[in-house]
């Protein structure tokens, strides 16, 4: 039988001051499969092998939409800081964001540069390393990428960049177009994905501020526990998204 792609949903998220996404609808990249692009950098036997085929199906690069160098310090209370250039201070306090608290080892922030990801069915979401891009060496090289994964069907919330950096001596410099992380989708029975860009509506702003301050306020949940809380929330907002059809075939 014929396994019809599952379908899956993807926006740019408003930043810190406002509601909707402005010039992120422009700036944003579409999410690029992996494995096309890994093949355009190389010409490489292993890249007919089906194991390393599969590893990469439904796979995507998501990528930097804008020029930025980050930079690190202390302060004069022996406090660590990170710095960026020419942007300035709105577009730091909206899409960089550093925490004394994870900061007592290693240097580490996240790039806000969100993407929200939805479905009807599950579907498990990976983040990973980017490890076969090329041209990395003022960016990714020098970073411990965080990973992580969750089912987009059961939580919605968006995703960005994250890492530690391994030298802080040394900027960390994205040009837009970077690679900044793979993302692989992994549906039931391994279906091929269909990436379909769609608008932040109202009702998925909620549905996120739900899921993203819950951790605030019930902590240590692992994500089974976080799948049940959300469901109903989670139900609503897709009954509402995902349009019903009709079981007799006619259409409006």
């Not at 003022?138 to 090289?141: E, G, K, V």
């Not at 994964?149 to 919330?157: A, E, L, N, T, V």
């Given at each position: 039988?014929f396994?019809?792609?599952v379908?899956?949903?993807?926006?740019?998220?408003?930043?810190k001051?406002g509601n909707?996404p402005?010039?992120e609808?422009l700036a944003w990249?579409?999410?690029?499969?992996?494995?096309?692009?890994?093949?355009?950098?190389?010409?490489?036997?292993?890249l007919k092998?089906?194991?390393v085929?599969?590893?990469y199906?439904?796979?995507?690069?998501?990528k930097?939409?804008?020029?930025v160098t980050?930079?690190?310090?202390?302060?004069?209370h022996?406090?660590?800081?990170?710095?960026?250039?020419?942007?300035?201070?709105?577009f730091y306090?909206?899409?960089?964001?550093?925490?004394?608290?994870?900061n007592?080892t290693?240097?580490?922030?996240?790039?806000?540069?969100?993407?929200l990801?939805?479905?009807k069915?599950?579907?498990?979401?990976?983040?990973?390393?980017?490890?076969m891009e090329?041209?990395t060496e003022?960016?990714?090289?020098n970073?411990?990428?965080l990973?992580g994964?969750?089912?987009?069907?059961?939580?919605?919330?968006p995703?960005h960049f994250?890492?530690?950096i391994?030298?802080?001596?040394?900027?960390?410099?994205?040009?837009?177009g970077?690679?900044?992380?793979?993302l692989?989708f992994?549906?039931?029975n391994?279906?091929?994905?269909?990436?379909?860009?769609?608008?932040?509506?109202?009702?998925?702003?909620?549905?996120?501020?739900?899921?993203?301050?819950?951790?605030?306020?019930?902590s240590?949940?692992?994500?089974?526990?976080?799948?049940?809380m959300?469901?109903?929330t989670?139900?609503?907002?897709?009954?509402?998204?995902?349009?019903?059809?009709?079981?007799?075939?006619?259409?409006?």
């Open positions: 039988m396994n019809k792609p379908d899956i949903y993807w926006t740019p998220v408003m930043n001051d909707d402005t010039w609808n990249f579409e999410p690029e499969p992996a494995f096309k692009r890994i093949a355009s950098q190389r010409d490489s036997t292993f092998c089906p194991v085929q599969d590893y199906k439904n796979t995507f690069v998501i930097s939409p804008v020029d980050i930079t690190t310090g202390v302060d004069v022996g406090k660590k800081f990170i710095q960026t250039n020419r942007m300035g201070q709105k306090d909206n899409f960089v964001h550093f925490k004394e608290e994870d007592k290693f240097y580490m922030f996240t790039l806000g540069y969100n993407y990801f939805v479905t069915e599950s579907c498990l979401m990976e983040m990973l390393v980017p490890n090329v041209g003022d960016n990714i090289d970073m411990r990428i990973t994964q969750f089912d987009i069907s059961k939580w919605i919330r995703v994250g890492g530690e391994k030298d802080p001596s040394k900027p960390i410099v994205f040009k837009r970077d690679p900044l992380m793979y692989r992994t549906p039931h391994n279906k091929k994905v269909n990436m379909i860009r769609t608008e932040f509506t109202d009702d998925m702003r909620k549905t996120v501020e739900s899921c993203v301050a819950l951790k605030h306020f019930v240590n949940n692992n994500m089974e526990q976080n799948y049940t959300a469901q109903a989670v139900k609503f907002f897709k009954d509402k998204f995902f349009p019903k059809k009709c079981p007799f075939g006619f259409k409006k």
